[in-house]
């Protein structure tokens, strides 16, 4: 029942707890035409789903300012960096830095440890950068000629 509704019972002669009882609740269904309760049935079915929809929205909000305080960070980490040792206008850095960070990315959506996660980063960035993977790979051809 709603505060109006309560508010009048009051007005009518009860008290506030015989208006808010179970009992007067019951009175009310009773002598309501059928489809006024049809109309409260769907209006009560109207506000559960605005509901789950206003929960969904909030974990998708929550969600997205997780993402963006992450790239915020990044960014704000780039910044810094380019004002301390200054831009970096070199292509091959740039796909390594680009690389780098998309990698980091895709091991957090994997559900992998964050050090982890790291950890073959790098490895991956060393190997681009011609690093140890890359010796393994030219001395196994040149054995094989």
């Known amino acids: 029942m709603t ?7 009051i007005a009518a002669g009860l008290s506030k707890q015989q208006a808010s009882s179970v009992t007067a609740e019951t009175l009310v269904n009773l002598f309501m035409p059928d489809d006024g309760k049809m109309l409260i049935r769907e209006a009560k079915g109207q506000v559960d789903e605005m509901r789950q929809l206003v929960n969904n929205l909030r974990k998708e909000y929550a969600e997205l300012k997780r993402k963006i305080e992450g790239l915020s960070d990044t960014l704000l980490a780039i910044s810094e960096a380019q004002k301390e040792h200054g831009v970096i206008t070199d292509e091959k850095a740039r796909n390594v830095v680009a690389l780098y960070a998309a990698l980091l990315t895709m091991g ?23 690093g140890q993977a890359r010796r393994d790979i030219t001395y196994t051809q040149e054995f094989e000629k």
């Open 3 to 9: 505060e109006d509704l309560i508010r009048r019972l």
């Open 108 to 130: 957090e959506k994997a559900g992998a440890d964050a050090e982890d996660a790291v950890r073959n980063a790098g490895y991956v960035v060393y190997a681009y950068l011609g």
